[in-house]
């Protein structure tokens, strides 16, 4: 049993054929700068397949050509997309509003409702309405599930999820907290439960998802109390490109006085902020080699972003009050011992610390970085968002079978 996982961004379109129960991935790749013009001879697709490369070169003019130049890819590698044996295509799907708040098959109907959540992920949902009907075309006779990203949180307690303003204002739009990146909060957070030997019912745990973009939540028992993304994935951690929190104020004073129109403040807040913002680069290795050469704004952007990551640990272990474990996941999660002995610096009243050779060990197994006798153990698990999809996908087209 195969399963397509398609993640389709605004100019890119990742994807992965897997075997959900074992994992094991058949063929995967990327389909980059879509809709943007390329140098000739540079690669626009690239897919993997038994150990292979394959790339296409030219431009991709909109999602669907991106698509089509896939499955002639997987065709070439020796899986052919269209004959039996795909169970079902999963997409990510960015934002499921109040509606959507399980996996779900695409009908007609459910693409009609994503597409009108667009107007609460602009950058996001319409570039996954996008994948999911050019799949669509592509494998009729496939199952299409939808996997949403804020599903996790869709129970956040009223407090957590309740923005202080004029509540006739925020119900008439629907503004309230979301949260991002359940899929990956909800694998780690089951990963977790099961490296401790407990029912995750009877964890509380506070899960750092630290790639480009970051988030934080807090799970009691096996459900999110608090998550640091609000209405849009803008909210909380310093991140990549996103500022995260910030004075809402700011942006009435740059469209007052620095004639900023809301799509400059939207460019500024989402693309030209966060780590790139402060110090010009976004990837954290880059950052962490500025860094090295002495590069005073870099070293600024790393305090701040460590300074605002302990805030929420801070803030979630209060939440929470018992904690049981605290796990570092994604691209800087999983890679930065840095970033996990500073976030834990000085801790060890509340019973937090790591362990310098465990934290510093190279592997990329979910393992525990804090001594053996920590009063809350520290951990890194490797979070897969695509297995989890993969997942979600074979599980509900067996159900409705
Ligand atoms: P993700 O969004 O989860 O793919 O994470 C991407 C981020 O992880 C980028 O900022 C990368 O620079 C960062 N990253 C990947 N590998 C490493 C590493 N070995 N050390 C530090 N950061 C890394």
Redesign the pocket.
Known sequence: MRVLVINSGSSSIKYQLLEPVSGAVAASGMVSRIGEPVEPGSPTVEHEADGRTLAHDGPIPEHATGLRVVFELFARSGHDLTGEGLYAVGHRVVHGGEVFYRPTLVTDAVLTSIDELSALAPLHNPANVIGIESARRLLPAVPQVAVFDTAFFHGLPDAAKTYAIDAKVAAAHGIRRYGFHGTSHEYVSGQVAELLGRDAAAVNQIVLH????ASASAIRGGRAVDTSMGLTPLEGLVM?TRSGDLDPGIIGHLMRTADFDIDAIDLLLNRNSGLKGLSGV?????L?RLIDTGDQAARLAYEVYIHRLRHYIGAYLIDLGEVHAITFT???G???PQVRADASAGLSRFGIGVDADLNTAKSRAARYISPPDAEIPVLVVP?NEELAIARAAAALVTASA
């Open positions: 630290l790639g480009n973009g990549g976004n990837d954290f290795r880059e962490q994604a691209g800087v999983e890679n930065s979070t």
